[in-house]
């Protein structure tokens, strides 16, 4: 089969599209035949080394940590999907990704995939729904009524956050570029403002129940965003090389979050997704072959928007 593998880390070019062995599923894994993976940015991140403490992998290292496919074969002692389902999965950071035309797969990590999507388009879906979700309810605790300021809502990540606060019931301010504007505001948010023109510390003049930073500030930024919680609120932060930081006296928290596979809250994306009240937006689609260009252009900051990486048309 084909795969994309790097043999060293380093910068984008390390990235080789080569003729591996077809993987053999053990205890409890499937093997998927792939039709998408997706870019996330820890994809450049890993490829590069700079995640050789939090996530060791083993060179040479296939990337891809979204998946969706078609469960090909069966591992012993797996008795939840069966060979020919269509699922999508957050496989394991430090494991072989998705970057093939087959990956092994833990069976509890495949959820099954919507069907109202297209099965490519499906592995824009998981890592980084996972991520808006997680940081709303699981460590936001967003209620109906409560007011949210969603920091960076421009990104993949941001645009799963609006739809999902907002059909939450909640009053969603979100912050974005004048490129991904128009997009915010198609994901429900209540009230926009344009981070280049305007300052957040300035447009938001009543104070909100949960903060949620998306976008790599610089530190004293994300100090800034604490004043605008309510006592008792809370500051969730994705951008991890930076803590979140937290108001003790006004009882406010701040939260790192590192994203976890869950396929109960996977299954409930995808549902949601079905039903019309979760819209998978997907900016590119490029073939396996023009992964190593696609990571040249990530480092360049010239990709925006969610990419598939499409291994199959089946």
Known sequence: ??????????????????????????????????????????????RAGFMQ?????????????????????????????????QVIGFLPMDGTGAAAEYVLAPADVLAPAPKSVPLADAAALPVVGLTAYQALFDHGGLTAGQRVLINGAGGAVGGYAVQLAKNAGAHVIATAGPRSGEAVASAGADEVVDHTTTGVTAAVTEPVDLALNLAP?????????????RPGGVLVNTTV?????????????????FVRSDTG????????????????????RVPLAGLPDLHARA????????????????
Request: avoid cysteine; charge should be negative; charged fraction near 25%.
């Open 217 to 229: 500030v610089e530190p004293a930024d994300l100090a800034a965003l604490v004043a605008l919680v």
């Open 299 to 314: 480092a360049e900051g010239a990709v925006h928007g969610k990419v598939v990486v499409v291994a199959s048309t089946a």
């Open 265 to 284: 809250q996977l299954a409930l994306l995808a549902a949601m997704a079905d039903r019309g009240e979760l819209r998978v937006d997907i900016a590119e």
């Open 241 to 257: 090389w930076m803590p979140a930081p937290s108001d003790e006296e006004r009882g406010v928290r701040g939260v790192d979050l």
């Open 53 to 85: 403490g939090p996530i060791p992998v083993e060179l040479p290292h296939t990337p891809g940590i979204d998946v969706a496919g078609t469960v090909d074969a069966l591992g012993e002692g797996v008795d939840g999907p069966a060979v020919g389902d």
């Open 1 to 46: 089969m084909k795969a994309v593998r790097f043999h060293e880390y380093g910068d984008p070019g390390v990235l080789r599209l080569e003729d591996v062995e077809q993987p053999v599923p053990g205890p409890g894994q499937v093997r998927v035949r792939v039709t998408a993976t997706s870019f996330n940015p820890v994809d450049g991140n890993i």
